[in-house]
C-alpha cells in the first residue's frame, strides 16, 4: 500500500497522535488538562507540518482513498486541507520561487524590500486557501477536489465544536489555526532574502541531523527544489550530487531556528 517503505514509521506516529487527540477530546473535559494538552502538543504537530508537507509532493499511498484519508487527518494537526499545498505549493510556489512577483510565498514586499518574519508569517497564512484556490484555475479537477475535502474537513470540525465547544476548540480549531501560522513561519528561512536568478543559490539548508529527522530531510531545501517530486528519503543523496554548486553561506548546522521575528 505504501509506495516507499521509509513512511511507514512517520505516518504511523501520525495516526497514533490523532488518536490520541480523539480520545482527549471524548474523555477528558477540564480547561487545565486541554490547556496544558495543547499546548504539549504544540511542537509535535509543528513536525507534522513537514509532512504534510512532503505527502502533497509524493503521495504516501499507492491508491486514492487512503490518500484522502490521511489528508484529513493531516488537516486536522496542520490546518492545511487536501490539495492545498498541492496547489498552493507544488504548483505554485515551486514554480515560481524564482520570480517575487507571482511566488505564492513571497518574501518581498511589492518595492523588492525583505518583509520581516512576522510580517511574512501572517500574510502567507492568511492568505493561503485564497491563493491556493487562484492557482486552481489552471488545475480545475484538483480544485474541485481541493473544495470539497476543504468542505468536509470544516464541516467535520464545526461538528466537533457543537458537540463539545471547549475540547473541539483546544484539541482541533486552535491547533489547527496555530498549524497554518507554524507551516508559513518555518518557510520564511528556507528562501527570504537569497538570490532569485540561481536555483541553487536561492534555498538555505539545514544538515542538522535531528533537524532532518524530524522534518523528513526539509533541510536539503535546494535539492528538494532541484527535484520536486523526489521522495523525502532520497534527498541527502541527491544533495551529495549537486553540493559542490550550493555556497557554503547558505548552509546550517541548527536544529533551532537562526532568525528572529521583526
Known amino acids: 500500500m505504501f509506495k516507499h517503505s521509509a513512511d511507514r514509521v512517520p505516518v504511523l506516529c501520525i495516526l497514533a497522535l490523532s488518536a490520541l487527540d480523539f480520545t482527549v477530546y471524548a474523555l477528558v473535559d477540564s480547561l487545565a488538562l486541554?490547556?496544558?494538552y495543547f499546548v504539549l502538543m504544540v511542537l509535535p504537530k509543528a513536525h507534522i507540518c513537514a509532512w504534510n508537507h512532503h505527502h502533497q509532493h509524493t503521495p504516501t499511498f499507492r491508491h486514492k482513498l487512503p490518500n484522502r484519508v490521511l489528508e484529513f487527518f493531516y488537516a486536522l494537526h496542520t490546518g492545511v486541507t487536501t490539495h492545498l499545498w498541492l496547489l498552493h505549493h507544488v504548483y505554485g510556489?515551486?514554480?515560481n520561487f524564482l520570480d517575487q512577483s507571482k511566488d505564492e510565498s513571497p518574501w518581498a514586499r511589492a518595492d523588492g524590500s525583505k518583509m520581516g518574519e512576522l510580517e511574512y508569517t501572517i500574510e502567507v497564512a492568511a492568505t493561503a486557501y485564497w491563493r491556493g484556490y487562484k492557482v486552481g484555475a489552471n488545475y480545475p479537477e484538483d480544485r474541485r477536489a481541493f473544495v470539497a475535502y476543504g468542505i468536509l474537513t470544516f464541516a467535520?470540525?464545526?461538528t466537533l465544536l457543537?458537540?463539545?465547544?471547549?475540547?473541539?476548540?483546544?484539541?482541533?480549531?486552535?491547533p489547527m489555526v496555530v498549524g497554518l501560522l507554524i507551516t508559513a513561519w518555518a518557510t520564511y528561512e528556507h528562501h527570504s532574502g537569497l538570490n532569485v536568478e540561481n536555483e541553487f543559490e536561492a534555498s538555505f539548508n539545514n544538515l542538522n541531523r535531528w533537524y532532518n529527522l524530524f522534518t523528513g530531510n526539509l533541510g536539503y531545501h535546494t535539492a528538494h527544489h532541484h527535484r520536486g517530486g523526489l521522495h523525502w528519503s532520497k534527498l541527502p543523496k541527491l544533495h551529495a550530487q549537486i553540493q559542490d554548486k550550493i555556497p557554503e553561506t547558505l548552509i546550517r548546522t541548527s536544529w533551532v531556528k537562526t532568525s528572529s521575528l521583526g
Not at 457543537?162 to 486552535?174: E, H, K, R
Request: glycine residues 10%; charged residues 5%.
Open 34 to 36: 486541554l490547556l496544558g
Open 93 to 95: 510556489h515551486h514554480l
Open 162 to 174: 457543537v458537540l463539545d465547544p471547549l475540547a473541539g476548540l483546544l484539541v482541533f480549531a486552535l
Open 156 to 158: 467535520t470540525v464545526a
